[in-house]
Each structure stands twice: as structure tokens, then as C-alpha cells.
């Protein structure tokens, strides 16, 4: 049921996004409770898939920042999920970190890393097995999202296999 809601919530996305309906939404939020949730959500799945989740961010990074909190969230929540559906196993280190601040803007930094493991050569690109549809779905949207925060997003790939995702988005600091 709740893949049903992401695959729903995605496709919502792309759509409002492709007609020119889609609207960034900025409020306060919490960076750390956010991060929280992300890893709270995305618990559960990775226990069962044997995946250790990590994270790890610099406690002298800022906690308040101004943002659209809510796709700030699916963009973190889709990444983590791809990763876990994609390997077993294994450890996703998350890393967050300010990159550079001007004037009341921090570029956020956020790297999810496979420890031990790698993606398969094409699954970001393409997906694979019955869902493919699905995770081609949620790259899109992830991607369109991120582009729309006026952010990055970067692949390494090592060996042929994707190994890492560094997303940068600029937040607007508070205090």
C-alpha cells in the first residue's frame, strides 16, 4: 500500500510538473527532524532487506532552515528507497553537510552511499523487472524535483555500477 502511494504521489508529481502547475511551498523546518523522518520511513524496508542505514551530518551545521520541507522529503525518501530496493546486504551511508553558504543561503549536501555494494550498471537510468514503469517513474519525478529546488544531483559510478548519488540543494538559513 504505501509503494502504491509513492508510485500515486510521483506520477502527481511529473503531471503537475509537465503542465506547468507545479509550485514550490516554503516554510521553517527542522533539517534534523527531517532527517529523522527519512530514516524512520525508511527503517522498516531496509531491516527486512538485511541493509544497514547510517547517518551521519556536522553538528555545527545549522538546524532551521526555509524550504519546500515536503519535497525536500520525497526527493531523500526516493533515493533511500531505490537503494534499498536495490541491493542486499549492504550499508547506505548518509552524509549531510553544508558545501557553501552565501548571503542566507546554504547549498545542503546530501551523498547516499552504498558501503560495500553497488546499483546495477543501468538501474538508475532504467530499472529493471515488473516495476520498471515505477522506479522510471520515480527517477523522473525525483529528478524534475530537484531541479525545481534549483539543485543537483550527481552519480558515481565505479566499475560500471552506480555507487553513490550526491545531491545539492540551496535551503534558505534561519537563525
Given amino acids: 500500500m504505501k509503494e502504491l502511494k509513492s508510485v ?15 509550485e514550490l511551498t516554503y516554510s521553517e523546518f527542522n533539517l534534523f527532524e527531517l532527517l529523522n523522518t527519512v530514516w524512520r520511513e525508511s527503517k522498516d524496508t531496509a531491516v527486512n532487506r538485511n541493509i544497514t542505514v547510517e547517518m551521519s551530518f556536522p553538528k555545527k551545521l545549522g538546524q532551521q532552515f526555509k524550504g519546500d520541507e515536503g519535497r525536500i522529503r520525497k526527493v531523500l525518501l526516493n533515493l533511500v528507497r531505490y537503494c534499498i530496493k536495490f541491493t542486499r546486504n549492504d550499508t ?38 515488473e516495476d ?21 544531483i550527481e ?21
Fill in 92 to 129: 547506505i551511508n548518509l552524509a549531510f553537510k553544508e558545501r557553501r553558504r552565501f548571503n542566507n543561503t546554504s547549498e545542503i549536501e546530501f551523498q547516499f552511499k552504498l558501503l560495500s555494494g553497488y546499483l546495477p550498471p543501468d538501474s538508475f537510468a532504467a530499472g529493471e523487472n
Fill in 8 to 22: 500515486t504521489s510521483n506520477v502527481l508529481e511529473v503531471a503537475r510538473i509537465e503542465s506547468g502547475r507545479f
Fill in 132 to 152: 520498471t514503469n515505477d522506479r522510471e517513474i520515480e527517477i523522473l519525478s525525483t529528478m524534475q524535483i530537484i531541479n525545481k529546488l534549483r539543485g543537483s
Fill in 155 to 175: 552519480t558515481t559510478i565505479l566499475n560500471g555500477r552506480v555507487q553513490s548519488f550526491l545531491v545539492v540543494i540551496p535551503l534558505f538559513s534561519i537563525g
